[in-house]
């Protein structure tokens, strides 16, 4: 396994991790903690800044206006810009924006490219990826899909019911999986714009968590006509094309809990050094040092899973039993961190006074979306008992 950073990803690392200590971090005193959000005009002038800087979109390819990264640069991009909870977005590579900007630059035709794919990468509109419903719905289990596509003449007739689609209230598109005749084998993707006759957005779920730009949402999908030249590869590509997206999705979310983890150990390292108890500081006593110990070696041990996933995308290889376990690992080490980051912090830990809390309850979700860890401690576990993986 070759991990080795290049000296010009190393210096993009420092110039972003300086970026987002001096513009991006003092920017969070703005976020609204009642409505889970930024103000959309103090966004944009960040944006703005950020393509001054050249780090727009860092994932994309060079040719597409991006930083033409791999996936182990990406990794360690991703990781300093999860430093901050708006960074993504403000970056232009928030979820579900960045992992579909990579399916329609694999699946699009020239025509979608230009109508959605190019407009994204500009940051002129948004969208969604609408693949979970309700129950009896799909969610961890796709066999379960019920949104169903009936062809009729050149296009087709949707209907359904989506929730969990984030980024929803305010896109433009929408992905939206469905199967195809009621035929779970030719589930299909489909180009949905958010103005056609018969889509509603049901309502912006409210969460735990903070709720991003287009926040989470239920959508219900009733006699949508969808053109034939608006499916997203071709018939009975939808699940292919999904673990294309979800894989390298899987490890950009695992980057960035990663940041959010390191900067909720450095909250509460800075805290321990100078708060005095039992006439000492808090860092002093071996206690506080092995909580530190045990989590830094979490987030070390977490984070190496994920390189290794990457490289072996990035070489070819099958990484979906590694992406597993990167996924279930590094969601398990961010909530535990900021746990433990709280802890020692003590009441102002739990107060707003510091970004824990908002940390805690954005990380709570990691454990849940992209697949449970009950999931994926499953499906490695079967792979490994079938011995279609081992060591």
């Avoid at 006699?223 to 997206?245: A, H, K, T, Y």
């Avoid at 390189?307 to 070489?315: G, Y």
């Amino acid at each position: 396994m070759d991990f080795e950073i290049s000296q010009e990803v190393e210096t993009l690392r420092k110039n972003i991790q300086n970026f987002i200590t001096n513009e991006i971090i003092p920017l969070e005193k703005h976020y609204d903690y009642e409505k889970g959000r930024m103000p959309e005009d103090i966004n944009q002038q960040a944006r703005a800044k950020v393509k001054a800087a050249g780090f727009w979109t860092p994932h994309l390819p060079k040719s597409e206006g991006g930083l033409g990264l791999d996936l182990i640069g990406t990794c360690i991009i991703f990781s300093e810009l999860g430093r901050s909870p708006i960074a993504p977005y403000i970056f232009n590579c928030d979820a579900p924006d960045e992992g579909n900007m990579h399916l329609l630059s694999l699946a699009a035709t020239e025509k979608q490219k230009k109508l959605i794919l190019h407009p994204l990468i500009k940051g002129e509109l948004r969208t969604g990826f609408a693949m979970t419903e309700p129950a009896p719905g799909a969610g961890s289990d796709p066999t379960t899909l019920q949104t169903n596509a009936e062809k009729q003449g050149d296009k087709y007739i949707l209907n359904g019911r989506k929730w969990y689609c984030t980024g929803a209230n305010g896109s433009k598109y929408l992905i939206v999986m469905a199967k195809v005749n009621g035929s779970f084998r030719k589930t299909t993707m489909f180009l949905v714009p958010t103005d056609a006759k018969g889509y509603t957005m049901v309502r912006e779920i409210e969460l735990m968590g903070s709720h991003g730009p287009g926040g989470h949402c239920e959508l219900n999908f009733e006699n949508v006509e969808v053109p034939e030249d608006m499916i997203l590869g071709r018939i009975g590509e939808g699940f292919r094309l999904s673990q294309e997206r979800l894989g390298p999705a899987r490890l950009t979310h695992c980057m960035r809990w990663t940041g959010m983890a390191r900067r909720a150990l450095s909250i509460a390292r800075s805290y321990a050094k100078e708060r005095q108890v039992f006439s000492s500081r808090i860092a002093d006593h071996q206690g506080i040092q092995w909580m530190f110990a045990e989590r830094a070696t979490e987030i070390e041990m977490a984070f190496l899973l994920t390189l290794k996933a990457a490289w072996l995308l990035k070489t070819g290889k099958d990484a979906r039993q590694e992406t597993s376990m990167a996924k279930w690992k590094v969601s398990e080490s961010l909530c535990n961190t900021i746990d433990m980051a709280i802890q020692i912090c003590g009441g102002k830990g739990y107060s707003r006074d510091l970004p824990l809390e908002l940390f805690y309850r954005d990380a709570r979700a990691a454990r849940i979306a992209d697949g449970p860890s009950e999931v994926h401690k499953m499906v490695i576990g079967r792979n490994y008992v079938s011995e279609k993986w081992d060591f």
